[in-house]
């Protein structure tokens, strides 16, 4: 069952590269008590995904800020070598944006967003979405219908709140 407005975030084991190498982060340790932003994608260094889905959040930070979101996060199926490769390269780490891994992709099945594109080469992976929680509830649910990247883009959630 795919998560809806008002639907409480499941729990989840991220993970991120810290200084002494690949650590788990609680999902819900980010979402208590605060207002964040989380968008999830097939992956990194794919097309779409590095070319329109994180600049869009990129170019949006300064709005999402000033309209009180605490945090920005970003998703994907990979391992956190890749995500803190692909945070790097983007520009998204510096820019604030959490790059976290859900490596075995149970977040994203948790919230009822995998997909397979096997011709692709991609299993098991992420459908594009955004949403915005406030202390772990979902108020602001955009999936996206499709490849393109409007709904779950930045400047949609800017909108939205």
């Known amino acids: 069952?795919?998560?809806?407005?008002?639907?409480?975030?499941?729990?989840?084991?991220l993970m991120r590269m810290g200084e002494d190498g690949p650590e788990t982060v609680a999902l819900e340790d980010?979402?208590?008590?605060?207002?964040?932003?989380?968008?999830?994608?097939?992956?990194?260094?794919?097309g779409t995904c590095s070319s329109a889905h994180v600049p869009s959040f990129l170019r949006s930070?300064?709005?999402?800020?000033?309209?009180?979101v605490d945090e920005v996060v970003c998703i994907a199926v990979n391992d956190p070598?890749?995500?803190?490769?692909?945070?790097?390269?983007?520009?998204?780490t510096a820019a604030g944006i959490a790059m976290l891994a859900d490596?075995?992709?149970?977040f994203t099945a948790a919230i009822g967003m995998v997909f397979s594109n096997p011709a692709r080469g991609l299993i098991g992976r992420s459908k594009r979405?955004?949403?915005m929680a406030e202390d772990g509830v979902v108020r602001v649910w955009h999936p996206?219908?499709?490849?393109?990247?409007?709904?779950?883009?930045g400047e949609s959630m800017v909108a939205a709140l």
């Open 144 to 153: 996206e219908e499709g490849t393109a990247c409007d709904i779950s883009g």
């Open 30 to 46: 980010i979402l208590k008590g605060r207002r964040v932003v989380i968008f999830g994608l097939p992956g990194a260094f794919t």
């Open 1 to 13: 069952m795919t998560i809806s407005t008002g639907d409480r975030l499941p729990g989840a084991a």
């Open 129 to 131: 979405y955004a949403l």
């Open 61 to 68: 930070m300064g709005a999402l800020k000033a309209k009180g």
């Open 81 to 92: 070598f890749v995500m803190r490769a692909w945070g790097e390269d983007t520009g998204a």
């Open 103 to 106: 490596p075995e992709g149970a």
